[in-house]
């Protein structure tokens, strides 16, 4: 198990969410990021050997459904999606036809 | 009793059912145009203080009004829920109406397109008055959390009506709608509707389409009805029902009559009481309202008995690390590109994503985007996420068991009555427990419904959560008759 979690960690987090912090908002965030070691330390008291993760709660669901065969995957064919007008028109910054976004500079 | 007197006081006019609403508009008594504008004028009027609506979509109110009177006229046939005024949760998209999420980064965004919930319940004859104030993103229990400013519990309006689903709870207390549709990821329609006195429904995961909705935790979200009453909620709810291609988790399995299910007796039904939901930090008045709930149960023909959910506490560590690792995932999509805000004047792209999400998120959407970037980052995936839905899996099948010995499972679903503004619980216990009592059932995919189980002696509602098996919402719906017909 991971020793507490560090500034760096909070730094390093917080630049994967492409979020700002501000220094005074670090012991917060530091606190409770923490938290979820404690969480994680109760979950560990189980013993999850053999136990496939649940992702999708729909598979528990009555038979019926697998039984009837029924995928839920439709056919691979091109239909209709929004129109571009539409979509652009709630565009911050388009010329017209595409996003218009800042420069993307190579770190 | 003294309780129910005061609660009953803060209507102006007690809201007739859908039922007696929806006949008189089919006869022509009622014109469907007429009620709109009659709510609208209540809204006008009570809005200010409660905060109920963010935005209003009267034309479209008003035009679907006169198509169902000019249909009545006509005599042609009309939908289960022609002419009635509801209200939408403003996580939920309504075509060219604001759909703010109740975030700033949200603010100015108009979908080009309806959530599948809300084009069916159109479809069905309802009249949208406008989107409800909710907590940011579906985060909170309070309605706190609000960019817009909080919600207040029409029954005691410094108090919170819970959350995140306040608005559309409250708008159904003050009689702002007939009903409304809110959404619920770790309990978020059943604590609301507990702390305001209503009706609220958790479908099962699957039952109602989640396209359209805005996700917070894709494998927790769900879309529920709010209702004054039992059988109005089932009504909405088999409105809204039903396999959607466009959602790729939506349930195939055919759409049971909800209302006339709950019409069936409770009779003979085996109810289960978890020892678990009745410890330490249950306010001693709400476990008294339950029990009396239990009782009037068995009065009504049900088999008490009590049933084991022993891993019930870890339902939390497992709720915190799963709901926010997905919210983490869905809330990527707000980074000021293609909608939304987009901080001004930045000089690079990861600047401006920076910025833009930045600026435009509260305190608490932050916190959870940050809690679920760690636990699914590098080194970390399998130790937390892929472990808390191990952990899930073994709190499902404890209550695949469980209804393996019992038709429904009955808690209270707060363990406390709503609380004041501004006071965040005090007592970590409570807090805890809260949060227990509904996350177990938004982990299991199960589904339930919360029915007005009386009220403290200050007044304040207590709610009973009545649990039942995937896709058993007509059992939920009896049993939560019975104890609503017992006029706690």
């Known amino acids: 198990m991971t020793a507490k979690v560090t500034v760096e960690d909070v730094e390093r987090v917080a630049e994967l969410a492409h979020l700002e912090l501000k220094p005074e908002e670090t012991p917060r965030i530091l606190h409770d990021l923490n938290a979820i070691l404690d969480y994680v330390a109760e979950l560990n008291q189980l013993d999850t050997a053999g136990v496939t993760p649940l992702a999708q709660v729909s598979e528990l669901q009555s038979e019926l459904e697998t039984a009837a065969g029924a995928s839920v995957l439709r056919a691979d064919r091109p239909q209709p999606s929004l129109d571009r007008a539409v979509v652009i028109s709630q565009a911050p910054e388009t010329d017209g036809a595409f996003f218009k976004v800042p420069k993307v500079i190579v770190r | ?488």
């Open chain 2, 1 to 488: 009793m003294p309780s129910e007197t005061k609660t009953a006081e803060i209507y102006v006019e007690k809201p007739k059912t859908l039922a007696a609403l929806r006949e008189g508009i089919v006869s022509g008594r009622i014109k469907a145009a007429d009620l709109a504008a009659g709510y609208y004028e209540r809204i006008e009027k009570k809005n200010p203080r409660l905060n109920v609506y963010l935005s209003l979509t009267r034309e479209r109110a008003l035009a679907q009004a006169a198509k169902i009177d000019a249909a009545a006229a006509k005599g042609d046939p009309l939908g289960p829920l022609a002419g009635i005024p509801v209200g939408i949760k403003d996580v939920l998209v309504v075509k060219g109406a604001p759909a703010t999420a109740g975030s700033k980064i949200l603010e100015d965004y108009r979908p080009p397109y309806d959530a599948t919930a809300v084009s069916k319940l159109e479809a069905a004859g309802a009249v949208l008055l406008g989107k409800l104030n909710c907590d940011e993103f579906a985060m909170g229990s309070s309605n706190e959390n609000s960019a817009y400013g909080p919600v207040r519990n029409p029954v005691d309006t410094e108090r919170v009506p819970g959350g995140s689903s306040g608005g559309a709870a409250a708008a159904v207390a003050a009689n702002l709608a007939v009903a409304t549709l809110g959404s619920d990821t770790g309990g978020s329609i059943r604590q609301p509707a507990s702390f305001c006195g209503v009706v609220g429904v958790l479908p099962t995961y699957g039952r109602v389409s989640r396209y359209g909705l805005i996700a917070f935790a894709s494998s927790l979200d769900r879309v529920g009805p709010f209702a004054s009453n039992v059988r109005d909620a089932a009504t909405m709810l088999g409105a809204i029902a039903g396999h959607d291609p466009k959602d790729a988790t939506s349930s195939p399995a055919p759409v049971p009559d909800f209302a006339a299910e709950s019409d069936k007796s409770a009779e003979r039904l085996r109810i289960g009481v978890p020892a678990e939901y009745f410890a330490e930090g249950l306010d001693p008045e709400v476990r008294t309202a339950i029990e009396r709930g239990i009782a009037a149960l068995e009065a009504a023909g049900c088999a008490v008995k009590p049933v084991s959910l022993p891993h019930t506490k870890y339902a939390v560590p497992v709720y915190y690390l799963i709901a926010t690792a997905e919210a983490s995932a869905n809330l990527a999509r707000f980074d000021g590109v293609r909608y939304g805000y987009r901080s001004a004047a930045s000089e690079t792209l990861s600047a401006m994503y920076r910025h833009s999400r930045d600026e435009g998120f509260g305190a608490e959407v932050k916190r959870r985007i940050l809690l679920g970037t760690y636990a699914l980052s590098a080194g970390y995936y399998d130790a937390y996420y892929l472990k808390a839905q191990q952990v899930r899996r073994i709190l499902a099948e404890e209550f695949l068991r469980a209804f393996a010995e019992v038709d429904a499972i009955v808690t209270p679903t707060s363990p406390t009555p709503a609380f004041k503004l501004g006071e965040k619980c005090d007592d970590p216990i409570a807090m805890y427990l809260a949060d227990i009592y509904t996350v177990t059932a938004s982990l299991a995919g199960i589904c339930g419904v919360t029915v007005p189980c009386g009220a403290t002696q200050a007044g304040l509602p207590v709610g009973m959560q009545v649990l039942a098996a995937h896709l058993n919402e007509g059992t939920a719906f009896r049993v939560a008759r019975a104890v609503e017909a017992a006029g706690l």
